[in-house]
Nanobody
Framework: QVQLVESGGGLVQPGGSLRLSCAVSGFTWEYNALGWFRQAPGKEREYLVAISGTDGRSYVEDFVKGRFIISSDRAKEMVYLQMNNVKVEDTAVYYC???????????????WGPGTQVTVSS
């Protein structure tokens, strides 16, 4: 059973940076993928980024492209979300999880962690 635990959230000023971490266990890296999504109160879930466990190739949704970067360390069983030039509208709970499909309307998460709160405010 895949278990994921996010960390690194907190309060950050607009224009600042934050790196979220996700500890992964029970995950088979080969032929599987991990990703991040977020959800703000009263809003729908937004899918952000994904990374292949096989070759490290990443996918980034257009609306965060150039600001958010996903990376992974297979040896440490960690996946990261680097958030740069953050905006107030990035405020949300961020979740990492195992994805079985990503991109456009194909996003499907089959498991995810408890989430970490990110608040962007001056």
């Amino acid at each position: 059973q895949v278990q994921l635990v996010e960390s690194g959230g907190g309060l950050v000023q607009p224009g600042g940076s934050l790196r979220l971490s996700c500890a992964v266990s029970g995950f088979t890296w080969e032929y599987n993928a991990l990703g991040w999504f977020r959800q703000a109160p009263g809003k729908e879930r937004e899918y952000l980024v994904a990374i292949s466990g096989t070759d490290g190739r990443s996918y980034v949704e257009d609306f965060v492209k150039g600001r958010f970067i996903i990376s992974s360390d297979r040896a440490k069983e960690m996946v990261y979300l680097q958030m740069n030039n953050v905006k107030v509208e990035d405020t949300a709970v961020y979740y990492c999880g195992q994805v079985t499909g990503y991109g456009g309307t194909s996003w499907t998460f089959c498991s995810w962690g408890p989430g970490t709160q990110v608040t962007v405010s001056s």
